[in-house]
Structure formats: structure tokens, C-alpha cells
């Protein structure tokens, strides 16, 4: 199914509903959360979908991300109903093509483990967030980390705070994901 999967089709995705496909994302690298690790190849599509009707087919519109695994085309009966419903409703058509979709954000936790959080907070403020306000991908991040001998900090026991990535609409720049933000949690 997942070579089928082209903007425009109308799928059954994680969620209940009836959903057309909106944007699909191959060929991605895995994050890593060490520069030593070997970059991989992702396996995984994802695929971006905006939803026209709920199961019980009244208007639901959403926006979702999932794996391609998730996602199963209609039946021939449920796509005549699709298009025989968006031809007697021509507003519901018009709104649901008006409808702005936005993919999900893509959020990355790295646990921050015997680290002042004073000192991450200085860091992102200082270091990260200038670079993220251009994009940055998630090696970059790495890099900035190890530059300032903060590196070892990451992943390790106990955690004393997680820095949140933020990669807006999940950006991609050739098979890298872009973040442009971050926030410091507590926990």
C-alpha cells in the first residue's frame, strides 16, 4: 500500500474516519543520539492525512500523521460514498478543501541526566536557540552538545531534565528532519 500512497487518495488511517492522503515522507534518516552511532536509513513512511468525515460520516475535519502501516485504502463501496457525498454537498467539499492542514509537530526528547538545569537553560538560550532559529537537524543539535562538553549529559541516569526538539510541520531538508525550536522540561 505504501507505494500507492499519493496526495489526493482517500485512505482509512489510525484514526476512525474517512481520510485523503495530504503529504507522505520517505526515505528519512533515523535519529541518533550519539555522533558515534551509525546513521540509518529509515524503513518507515509516514504519511500525512486530513479527515473529511468521523466513522459515523458526519464532518470531522483533523489533521494526522501515522505510519504507513496504519493507513488502508477504502473500499470501492466507502469511495462511492465519498464522492457521491462531496457531490451532493458542494460546501461541504469547498470547506473541506479550505480546510488549512498542518502536520503534527515532531517532538524529540533527549533526558538530560546530573545536569544543572542552570546550565541547560543558559545553553539553549545562549547556544541553541540562535542555531535552531535557522534549523537546524538533529546532528547539528549533537554537535552543539559536544562543543560545549554537554554531550556526556545526554541519555544519562538520573535524569534531572528533558530538552524538547521542536521540528515544526515535520520539515525535512533532504533526509534530515530541521528543528527550529526547543523547550526545557523539568522532569
Not at 25 to 34: D, Q, T
Not at 173 to 186: K, L, N, P, S, T
Amino acid at each position: 500500500m505504501a507505494s500507492r500512497l499519493i496526495p489526493g487518495v482517500w485512505v482509512r488511517s489510525y484514526s476512525p474516519g474517512v481520510w485523503q492522503v495530504c503529504r507522505v515522507i520517505r526515505g528519512f534518516n533515523e535519529l541518533r543520539y550519539s555522533l558515534a552511532d551509525r546513521k540509518v536509513r529509515s524503513k518507515r513512511v509516514l504519511v500525512f492525512v486530513k479527515r473529511l468525515v468521523s466513522s459515523q460520516w458526519k464532518r470531522a475535519f483533523a489533521g494526522d500523521c501515522c505510519d504507513a502501516s496504519f493507513v488502508k485504502p477504502l473500499t470501492a463501496a466507502d469511495l462511492k460514498r465519498v464522492e457521491q457525498l462531496l457531490r451532493a454537498n458542494s460546501r461541504l467539499e469547498a470547506a473541506f478543501d479550505a480546510y488549512p492542514f498542518r502536520a503534527p509537530d515532531l517532538i524529540v526528547n533527549l533526558s538530560m541526566g546530573v545536569l544543572r538545569r542552570s546550565r541547560l537553560q543558559s545553553f539553549c538560550k545562549s547556544v541553541l536557540r540562535p542555531q535552531l532559529c535557522k534549523g537546524l537537524d538533529h546532528d547539528g543539535v549533537l554537535r552543539l552538545f559536544e562543543q560545549a562538553e554537554l554531550g556526556q549529559f545526554i541519555g544519562a541516569m538520573p535524569t534531572s531534565a528533558t530538552l524538547q526538539l521542536i521540528c515544526r510541520n515535520h520539515e525535512v531538508d533532504g533526509a534530515e528532519f530541521i528543528f527550529r525550536d526547543c523547550q526545557v522540561m523539568h522532569f
